[in-house]
Each structure stands twice: as structure tokens, then as C-alpha cells.
């Protein structure tokens, strides 16, 4: 299969005329499409530029895919949650030591109600955009970083936890993993996108929903039971239209993780019908040579994915994520782009 789309995601930004440059650069770095990726600031403070945004990439030739960055920290990102600073008692637990850390319970009605709120009011605002992208959902982690010697603590296990839990299985909920507890979570996890992407599609039934699972914070994608680790429920699941698998967090790595990763998401995306989606890391650290960027590209084409995306404009240069040389990576990225992408 050929790379039909190529991406980008794309912050910090609220005012249309100074992102409408940006989209022509993003544009000639052979870019198809752009992720906006939305804190919960944002959706409050620059809600009446969102929908002018979406129209200038549109007009510079870009498909747009709204992100949910960071909301609740339920999302992947760095954004600040205005949900958790307000919201003290809707938040994870964990199972062994029963503290709350710093992210928002998707099992209660309070976030779900919050989420679901916004993924409304974006769907009728930004009439021109073209689907939603569930960016890196999961449950959080007591410690961090996730390493080999993590703890056995996990989360969550909050009264509202435990009563959905009992309800389901007519038992208290365990304070350890057991296989039972695994599933139902993973379940928990992924009906709460499910009722997302039915909002979606009920709002704007063309567009199309991405589900971005996170693998573990390792080389070697091992579970971590963050809520999605089950790839194959996840591609499986109706309401998605693309299966995408997150970034490769190591230029460490060799170039054959990233093929096993590729055709792993080939492979469970063709068997439910889905998009394919990759995604390359341009931020934070660089391969030792730069054209090992383009060989992660290729492998992805070769694979059969169909639409790659890359984590992020100009590759983070002026951000605490910027990559040591943040031109060059941005460059290299679009030239990267141009060798793979069919369709323009």
C-alpha cells in the first residue's frame, strides 16, 4: 500500500495569520495533513480562533485532525489540566497506597461529562475539519519514569472504580492485577473513546476518529497495562477509522524495532478494516545521523503504512522538547516525506 498521508503535529499558535505561514511551510516540507493539538487552555482561551485556524490549513491544501492534548491528563502531552486544578476528587487512584496522583478518572461522570463537552463543542465549531485524534490515551503510572524495576502499584482504584467493578463482577475489586481486573480495565478504558467517537460521528458523520495507543515506556513495547496495550481490541474496536501506534521513544533503538512495530500495525489495521498510521519522533533526541530519520520513514512505507505523522513542527525548536539541531531534523523530515508520499 502507498503513503497516502503524511503530518504533522502543530501548538502554540492562536492567531490565523501567523499560523497561515506556518502551513505553508509545513506545506512544503511535503506535509498532507496537520495535527492541531488542543490543550484545555486552548479550547477555553483561543476558542474563537480554533475554527479560523482549521480554515486557514484548509485552505493551504492540509487536512486537519483535532487533537485532545493533554485534557485530563488522560491524553499524552505537557499541557497543565484545568479539569484536575478543579476537580480534586475525580482523580486516579492507586490500588496500594490509595493516593490520587495528577490525572483525571475517565470512569467518573464528572470527567466524562467534561470530555464529552468539549468534543461537542469542537465537532460544531470546526465544521471544517476532518476527524478527531485520541492522542496516546491512558491510565497513569505511580511512578515515573516507567522503567524494568517499576513498582507493582498501579491505578485506578477510586470509590467509583471499585463500585463499577463490583457491579460488573459482584466482588470487591482486587488491590492487585489480576487477570480479571486487566480486562476490565482495558474495557473501562475504551468505552469512554468509544462514547467519544460516537458523539463524532453523530455531529460529523465524514470525519474519521484515530486511536493512538501508547505502548510502555521501553525499546520493546512491553505492557505496562496502561489501558490499551491490547492492540488487537483496540484496531477491532467499530468507532475507529485509523489504528495508529505511538513513537519509537529512543533513536537507540535499532531500525528493526521500528519495521516490527510497522508491520504489527499493518497487519491488525488490515484485519479490521482500518488506516494504518506510524509515527516518527522529531523532538527532544536525533539518530546520531540524521538520514536514519529517512530509513524509519521508508521502513514504515515499506510496511504498508498509509499515513505517517511526526511528533513535531520544526521539530520542537524553541520548546523544552526541541531537538538538538531542530532545522536540520525538520528538513530532513520533509525531504523524508517527499521519497514516500504517492499522492499529493
Not at 146 to 167: A, H, I, M, N
Not at 227 to 235: H, K, S
Not at 290 to 302: D, P, S
Request: proline share 6%; charged share 20%; hydrophobic share 40%.
Amino acid at each position: 500500500m502507498a503513503v497516502k498521508e503524511t503530518g504533522i503535529s502543530y501548538y502554540g499558535i492562536g492567531q490565523p495569520e501567523h499560523a497561515r505561514k506556518d502551513f505553508q511551510e509545513i506545506k512544503a516540507h511535503n506535509c498532507t495533513a496537520v495535527l492541531l493539538a488542543l490543550s484545555e487552555f486552548d479550547i477555553f482561551f483561543w476558542a474563537p480562533n480554533i475554527p479560523r485556524i482549521v480554515d486557514e490549513a484548509k485552505q493551504a491544501g492540509l487536512k486537519v485532525y483535532l487533537d485532545t492534548w493533554g485534557i485530563g491528563k488522560f491524553f499524552g502531552g505537557e499541557p497543565p489540566s484545568v479539569f484536575l486544578q478543579e476537580n480534586i476528587r475525580n482523580r486516579q487512584v492507586t490500588a496500594l497506597t490509595d493516593e490520587p496522583v495528577a490525572a483525571a478518572c475517565f470512569n467518573t461522570p464528572a470527567f466524562r461529562e467534561y470530555f464529552y463537552g468539549i468534543v461537542e463543542k469542537l465537532a460544531h465549531a470546526c465544521a471544517g475539519a476532518d476527524g478527531f485524534f485520541w492522542d496516546e490515551p491512558h491510565y497513569a503510572m505511580p511512578v515515573y519514569p516507567v522503567g524494568y524495576q517499576s513498582t507493582t502499584d498501579w491505578t485506578c482504584r477510586c470509590p467509583v472504580c471499585q463500585k463499577l467493578f463490583e457491579t460488573d463482577y459482584g466482588y470487591p475489586m482486587p488491590k492487585v492485577l489480576t487477570d480479571q481486573v486487566k480486562k476490565w480495565r482495558r474495557r473501562k478504558a475504551n468505552e469512554t473513546l468509544q462514547g467519544a467517537s460516537r458523539i463524532v460521528k453523530s455531529i460529523r458523520p465524514n470525519w474519521s476518529v484515530t486511536q493512538c495507543s501508547l505502548p510502555a515506556e521501553n525499546n520493546f513495547y512491553m505492557s505496562f497495562e496502561r489501558g490499551y496495550d491490547d492492540w488487537e481490541q483496540i484496531a477491532a474496536t467499530p468507532e475507529y477509522d485509523i489504528f495508529s501506534t505511538s513513537i519509537v521513544v529512543s533513536y537507540d533503538s535499532p531500525l528493526a524495532v521500528h519495521e516490527r512495530i510497522a508491520a504489527k500495525t499493518v497487519e491488525l489495521a488490515r484485519k479490521y478494516k482500518k488506516i494504518p498510521q506510524r509515527w516518527v519522533m522529531s523532538y527532544f533526541e536525533s539518530p546520531r545521523d540524521l538520514n536514519f530519520i529517512k530509513e524509519v520513514v521508508h521502513a514504515y512505507a515499506n510496511a504498508g503504512v498509509e499515513s505517517i505523522f511526526s511528533w513535531t513542527y520544526r521539530a520542537g525548536q524553541g520548546t523544552i522538547l526541541s531537538a538538538p539541531e531542530p532545522q536540520k531534523v525538520w528538513d530532513m523530515l520533509g525531504q523524508a516525506y517527499g521519497e514516500v508520499l504517492t499522492t499529493r
